[in-house]
């Protein structure tokens, strides 16, 4: 099992920064990938950015530029820098993490709110 714990979210101004922080501890030597979705009121969740154990990374097209995931390995943390923040980026925060084998499973924080206010 792999547990995951949020931190970071809160309510900020238009054009502001937040960062937040996913603390994973368990079976952290099994994780593949992490990322963060989010969760905007009446929407379905979606993915925001995902870092592979590789270092990889993806973004939606909606944070590209604005948006840096990074992991600190020592840590067991991974981070969502989060720059030039928009009213429609208000949501709740989730992160996640996959392990590919020997089955795929995904495991979830409990998530952080974000308000952006205009």
């Known amino acids: 099992q792999v547990q995951l714990v949020e931190s970071g979210g809160g309510l900020v101004q238009a054009g502001g920064s937040l960062r937040l922080s996913c603390a994973a501890s368990g079976s952290i030597f099994s994780i593949n990938a992490m990322g963060w979705y989010r969760q905007a009121p009446g929407k379905q969740r979606e993915l925001v950015a995902s870092?592979?154990?590789?270092?990889?990374?993806n973004y939606a097209d909606s944070v590209k530029s604005r948006f840096t995931i990074s992991r600190d390995n020592a840590k067991n943390t991974v981070y969502l820098q989060m720059n030039s923040l928009k009213p429609e980026d208000t949501a709740i925060y989730y992160c996640?993490?996959?392990?590919?084998?020997?089955?795929?499973?995904?495991?979830w924080g409990q998530g952080t709110l974000v308000t952006v206010s205009s």
């Open positions: 996640n993490a996959e392990r590919y084998v020997p089955i795929h499973l995904e495991f």
């Open positions: 870092i592979t154990s590789g270092g990889g990374t």
